[in-house]
């Protein structure tokens, strides 16, 4: 088994599965999550995310293995003797204590006890920190959505923890606030140099808040790397799914040359893409997915205003049109190829009107957006 190296990882999985009864909910999990790092647990529900998170809390003991926080071993360590805090998702603040009180609560329990003025400087300035000055004296009920989320994270922050581990305490808030405690959040771990560990199955909010995303299945980890890596790089049709959105369509690698391969598609279009995502060609006959993201496919009512460097152009039908403000969402149809989705951004259709339902398109993407995939999901 490998050995943490405790000047980098703050918190480490070496080869770690937890099983409840007959069913695995982690299995053979390694992985080292930086000191100072914003690092997401990104999948599914049931694909093992808040079994990880509650491991690093101590509120679960790994079956195999071994968990390392700082260097140390930890298993069997109990949660209140370790480096971490947790927010919940729905926050589990006191009603019957006012701000301040809720604040203090995990100070007022420190052994030895805390002199007073210490506890309320300790918490003053945390309130000042996640913008609640001021908000001492209030009780729960007087503050919104947000202003809860802040203080659960006070509460958390207040103990000055190695790791803040974060279980999707966003999901409660609607989409605007949403967004912006996005922003505070990511704000809040620069300025306090601590590492975070959020679970989350919302993909623009691990994508848009994170350094590395650790995206999970079925108990085991498929990839991690920056949300950049992800999305541009995925390591198989799964993450490339998961991660975004895309358009799928199966073949076989006809032929490889310099530095592209010829694919096959099983709808008997050939056509020329770039390496895989992986940078290693595939053999020839070997099956393949391959992904295109909306946003690569390029629409015209006339074929020759299409790039010259298309690697397929194809008709297709307008099924749906779906405005989003920054851009439109197309449902297209051809027949070769069924449905897939194209995103036309709002500068583009400054030069020509958007495409109405019903009506026949020209479609095409480069060789360079197209990524080739192991078609295994």
Not at 132 to 144: A, F, V
Not at 285 to 291: D, K, M, R, W
Not at 335 to 357: H, N
Request: charged fraction near 25%.
């Amino acid at each position: 088994m490998r050995s943490p190296d405790p000047r980098q990882a703050v918190v480490s999985f070496n080869g770690v599965s937890k099983l409840f009864g007959d069913v695995v909910a982690a299995k053979d999990l390694n992985l080292d999550v930086e000191r100072g790092e914003f690092l997401s647990f990104l999948g599914p529900s049931g694909c093992g995310k808040t079994t990880m998170l509650r491991m690093i809390a101590g509120f679960e003991q790994p079956t195999e293995g071994d968990v390392f926080l700082q260097g140390e071993r930890v298993n069997g360590v109990p949660a209140y003797k370790r480096p971490v805090n947790m927010v919940f998702q729905h926050y589990a603040l006191f009603p019957h204590l006012n701000i301040a009180r809720n604040v203090a609560y995990g100070l007022r329990q420190a052994s030895p006890r805390l002199p007073k003025d210490v506890i309320d400087e300790r918490v003053d300035h945390t309130l000042d920190l996640v913008r609640l000055d001021g908000y001492q004296h209030r009780r729960i009920w007087e503050l919104s959505g947000g202003q809860q989320q802040r203080v659960a994270l006070a509460r958390a922050l207040v103990n000055e923890p190695q790791v803040l581990l974060l279980d999707e305490p966003l999901a409660a808030l609607d989409r605007k606030l949403r967004r912006e405690m996005q922003i505070e959040l990511q704000n809040l771990q620069r300025s306090v140099g601590i590492t975070f560990v959020l679970v989350t199955h919302d993909q623009e909010e691990a994508l848009s808040m994170s350094d590395r995303v650790c995206i999970m299945r079925e108990g085991a980890i498929v990839q991690v790397g920056s949300p950049r890596e992800l999305y541009d790089k995925p390591a198989n049709r799964y993450v490339a799914d998961f991660v975004g959105k895309s358009n799928f369509f199966d073949g076989v690698v006809e032929s490889h040359a310099d530095g592209h391969q010829r694919v096959r598609l099983d709808n008997g279009h050939s056509l020329d893409v770039d390496r895989p995502a992986s940078g290693e060609p595939m053999a020839d006959g070997h099956p393949v997915t391959l992904s295109i993201r909306p946003e690569q496919i390029v629409l015209a009512r006339d074929a020759s205003r299409l790039p010259g460097d298309a690697a397929i152009v194809i008709e297709a039908e307008v099924r749906n049109r779906i405005f989003l403000g920054e851009h439109t969402e197309y449902l297209l149809h051809a027949d070769a190829f069924g449905e897939f989705l194209a995103l036309s951004p709002r500068q583009a259709e400054a030069s020509e009107t958007p495409f109405e339902v019903n009506e026949k398109i020209y479609v095409c993407w480069s060789r360079a957006a197209a990524l080739l995939l192991e078609n295994a999901m």
